[in-house]
């Protein structure tokens, strides 16, 4: 096997195994989780979650939402770099109850215990409001199609 099939068979398993945990996680939490509205067209609330975006989260995922470079690609460590909240990540394929409870609780937590993440959750840091702020500020960065298709993700989850 070469090099660069090695690489394709260890990306095809580990995004699978992701994969099969969000829907682990879908399935053994009733309903989708906790029950949360995002709310990216109130102005005041987007505002308050870009500030607090800005102090909490912009280290990793970046100022304007870009994420860290390579960021589908392992680290020395075995963990993944920071994904971009905009657009081109993942962000809006989970729906607003995962997302919150990713952020609150911290991946490891929400996936399996075993997960391997360098993001922390921030209960005890963030209040839930501040939680709700942030994923409304990164929400409404999102163009119309992409929040249309994050709605019907939601809506599948409920």
Avoid at 25 to 48: E, I, K, N, S, Y
Wanted: positive net charge.
């Amino acid at each position: 096997m070469t090099a660069a099939r090695g690489k394709i068979r260890w990306a095809a398993a580990a995004l699978g195994a992701v994969a099969l945990g969000g829907a682990a996680w879908l399935w053994l939490t009733p309903g989708g989780g906790t029950a949360v509205a995002l709310r990216p067209g109130d102005t005041a609330v987007v505002a308050h979650g870009k500030s607090v975006y800005g102090k909490h989260c912009a280290s990793c995922h970046g100022a304007n939402l870009e994420g860290q470079a390579n960021w589908r690609e392992r680290l020395p460590t075995g963990r993944l770099p920071a994904p971009p909240h905009d657009r081109t990540g993942h962000t809006w394929h989970h729906p607003d109850a995962q997302l919150f409870e990713l952020t609150k609780r911290g991946p490891a937590a929400v996936v399996d215990g075993t997960y391997q993440s360098d993001m922390p959750g921030y209960a005890g840091i963030l209040s839930d409001a501040e939680i709700v702020a942030v994923l409304s500020y990164i929400k409404s960065t999102w163009p119309n199609s992409v929040r249309q298709r994050h709605d019907e993700i939601n809506l599948r989850t409920k």
